[in-house]
């Protein structure tokens, strides 16, 4: 009996090769039918007896190709007709666009073992792809994903190309940035002030650069990068003095994994991040004997490391044999990233001695994405190439909303139905650069989405430039969400969960309710509304701001609030080194009330508790302090911990620290080492939390616990706290699509807009 049935597939499948693995489905079953592309993604009408057309239904999700993602599918019977053969149609427009475009991607292995073979057409070609690799979302202009809507537009294939492209059994069929030698992108090799180098070779010849010391800045998928030799020290710091960044670590790649195994250690989780076609920048501990120079990750044992993603990556490792390059966003410290050519020069040009440019033009600027693995799991750090715009699917349909996020780790989010689509990192909006690309970034991601949203989430936060964009905005409704409650409504959002949860968030910053900075907080949190359960007791930040750069204000402000001042007595190595005309300015201040914030913060408690333990006193970027102690830990020191108080504040209670600096001040003047110093007091933090979570179970009869704010990134607190939460019996969610810092507040702002809605 022969049928005929429509079928309509939703998901990431456009632009991975899903049509002509369709394609080849149909004709393998020899069934007749049509597909093509669609405002919603793809719809198949197929023809043929009913036994084959139910075997390809159900092949279809189980064999689609690697990049794909089906979200859903939805069958329904036709009438046959007169087809004879099976067809791939062209695309189709509409008025609703619901198809997820796939994120830019590694070079696949087949498009290597061509571009390397000296008998292909493309032996060498630095922009080799196909339908299961290559540039995605950085070259879109609009959907559908064809290629006059993206920026190739410009390079008409050759002859050779175009049989590819229109072939439905080759690798190339609608691989939209097709091309080759004859008929696509080609490289240069500049100098500083742009006069191009005249070189039959520029990959060879910039690797002659950089082996010479020389800094290059190497155009890539989503923007420049700033490369050196990672041996070289003195390329280093050349590179660290002209991007004015003091001490914060830059990213390496390396060959191959082999490499990455002779400098770091690696896991299998490791392993299979550093491998997935996403290509993150991957945290690990770096082994002793590594010949990386210290200055790569000054005070870190850890190293950022990547594998090669682009054909120019490859053929630059090929041709230099380098054990690895430093490869750092291509821009001044906290601007965004340079794409466009002459951009880069003009930004660039005191940082580079020479761009290894080319000229297809990247549309949106993306950054390299940055993951930790932690119990087994990669955790987003910053989620960006590789990862963006596949968005957060939901269990359930929400309305069209924009989160604009917070201030620091910018991303936006928007709403359609039952995902939110999550922006690339967007970084600190310090400058007008960065605010110009936050502008950018709401505008094209709304644009290619087609999504219009009529409500604005926005942080509490009056001074955050995303919040004052916000309040500008017309014609919408505008809904503030507090910053802790995004961070906890952002973990349920992520595990699918619904609430109310006990929700740990802690970070550095967050305005509260009551107009005082928090950041230690414990909640009660439905998507809705939430109710402040525990917080850490309030401490003043002396000079606001300054305090978050300068952790020794922290220090005195909590040996002052706890001992008075009879702390400057202390035989402490901390207190004799301090500038007394300092400490005696900080203290009227904070007696006065001048300039100085009362916190709640986890993160300055870090501060506190590393500038006491000598490690740090001034920061050169964010959350240092508390990175480098949580590095100073060594696996030989026990399991003591620091004691802390609940004070009783009503319904709220107040976690009370004077227990953690009496004995964290004993240590010291003992001598106790670094190691154990933070050891005790990482585990302090966990005991108090367990003890916090089991009183609210007893409360509240509340099983389910989140825990989200970049507080989490630590890798010690994290796995521990879940851990022994989860030894008490309690449900654990965290974070690892989305990061739990700032990058994901977004997601929650958008979430907790949405039920206030349903609530009305």
């Known amino acids: 009996m022969q049928v005929r049935r429509r079928i309509d597939v939703c998901g990431i499948v456009q632009g991975v090769g899903f049509r002509p693995y369709i394609y080849r489905l149909a004709t393998e079953r020899q069934l007749s039918g049509n597909v093509s592309n669609t405002p919603s993604g793809v719809t198949i009408e197929i023809q043929g007896p009913a036994q084959a057309v139910d075997d390809f239904v159900s092949c279809l999700p189980r064999q689609a190709p690697p990049l794909a993602r089906i979200t859903d599918v939805t069958v329904r019977d036709l009438p046959c007709n007169g087809d004879r053969e099976f067809r791939i149609l062209a695309s189709q427009r509409g008025e609703a666009v619901h198809t997820l475009i796939s994120p830019d991607i590694a070079v696949c292995d087949d498009c290597l073992r061509e571009m390397l073979d000296p008998t292909d057409r493309r032996h060498r070609y630095p922009f080799i792809n196909c339908t299961n690799c290559g540039p995605r979302f950085t070259i879109v202009r609009d959907i559908p994903y064809d290629r006059p809507h993206t920026s190739m537009a410009v390079f008409p294939m050759c002859p050779a190309c175009q049989a590819e492209y229109e072939d439905p059994l080759n690798r190339r069929f609608h691989a939209q940035p097709n091309a080759c030698w004859d008929c696509g992108p080609q490289l240069e090799l500049w100098d500083k002030n742009g006069t191009r180098v005249a070189s039959r070779d520029p990959i060879a010849d910039t690797a002659t650069v950089l082996r010479a010391g020389h800094v290059v800045a190497v155009k890539g998928l989503g923007g420049f990068h700033l490369a050196v030799d990672a041996t070289n020290a003195a390329a280093v710091a050349l590179l660290r003095e002209r991007k004015r960044r003091v001490e914060k670590p830059f990213a390496i790649m390396a060959p191959n994994l082999e490499t990455v195994q002779r400098l770091c250690e690696v896991d299998d ?61 291509g821009n001044l410290s906290e601007e965004p990233i340079a794409i466009d050519n002459q951009e880069a020069l003009a930004r660039l040009s005191g940082l580079a001695d020479h761009f290894l440019v080319h000229n297809r033009d990247i549309l949106l600027r993306c950054d390299d994405s940055v993951v930790r693995v932690v119990s087994g799991r990669p955790r987003q750090m910053r989620r960006s190439r590789g990862y963006v715009p596949v968005p957060v699917f939901l269990k359930e349909e929400i309305p069209q909303i924009l989160g604009v996020g917070g201030e620091l780790k910018n991303t936006i989010s928007v709403s359609d139905g039952d995902r939110v689509f999550l922006s690339q990192h967007i970084g600190d909006l310090e400058n007008l650069e960065s605010y110009k690309f936050f502008e950018q970034t709401v505008a094209h991601l709304q644009r290619i989405l087609e999504i219009s949203p009529a409500i604005v989430a926005y942080d509490l936060h009056p001074d955050y430039f995303s919040t004052k964009w916000a309040l500008q905005q017309t014609g919408v409704e505008l809904m503030g969400v507090q910053h802790h409650h995004a961070h906890i409504a952002s973990c349920m959002g992520e595990n699918g969960i619904a609430g109310p949860v006990i929700g740990f968030a802690l970070d550095g910053t967050g305005y509260g309710t009551d107009g005082q900075v928090w950041g230690g907080e414990v909640l009660i949190a439905d998507y809705d509304k939430f109710e402040r359960a525990a917080h850490f007791e309030y401490v003043p930040m002396p000079g606001g701001s300054a305090a978050i750069r300068e952790p020794w204000r922290m220090a005195v402000s909590y040996l002052a609030h706890h001992f008075g001042e009879a702390f400057r007595e202390m035989k402490l190595p901390f207190v004799q080194q301090l500038d007394r005309k300092k400490v005696d300015l900080l203290l009227r201040i904070t007696d006065r009330g001048v300039n100085s914030p009362l916190t709640s913060s986890c993160g300055r408690l870090f501060d506190a508790v590393a500038a006491l333990a000598g490690i740090r006193q001034e920061v050169n970027y964010e959350a240092q302090a508390a990175i480098e102690l949580e590095m100073a830990m060594e696996r030989s020191d026990g399991n003591g911990s620091y004691p802390m108080q609940l004070l009783t504040d009503g319904d709220c209670w107040r ?48 099983n389910r616990v989140c825990l989200s704010g970049g507080t989490f990134h630590n890798a010690y607190l994290l796995t521990n706290l879940r851990s022994r939460l989860e030894g008490e019996g309690f449900e654990v969610f965290t974070h690892s699509e989305v990061p739990a810092g700032d990058g994901g507040l977004s997601l929650g702002q958008v979430l907790v807009a949405a039920h206030r809605l349903r609530q009305r």
């Open 655 to 702: 976690i009370g620290t004077k227990p953690l600096f009496e004995a964290l001040v004993d240590d010291i003047e003992r001598g106790i080492s670094v190691s154990a110093i933070s050891r005790q007091f990482h585990n302090g933090l966990v005991n108090i939390f367990v003890h916090i979570a089991d009183l609210l179970r007893q409360r509240s009869s509340l």
């Open 269 to 329: 989780a490791a392993r299979q991040a550093l491998r997935s076609i996403q290509r993150p920048v991957v945290l690990l501990q770096r082994k002793a004997s590594s010949p990386i120079a210290g200055e790569v990750a000054p005070s870190n044992r850890d190293l950022g490391v990547f594998l090669p993603y682009t054909p120019l990556h490859y053929l630059l490792f090929a041709e230099g044999n380098f054990l690895a390059l430093v490869m750092t966003s």
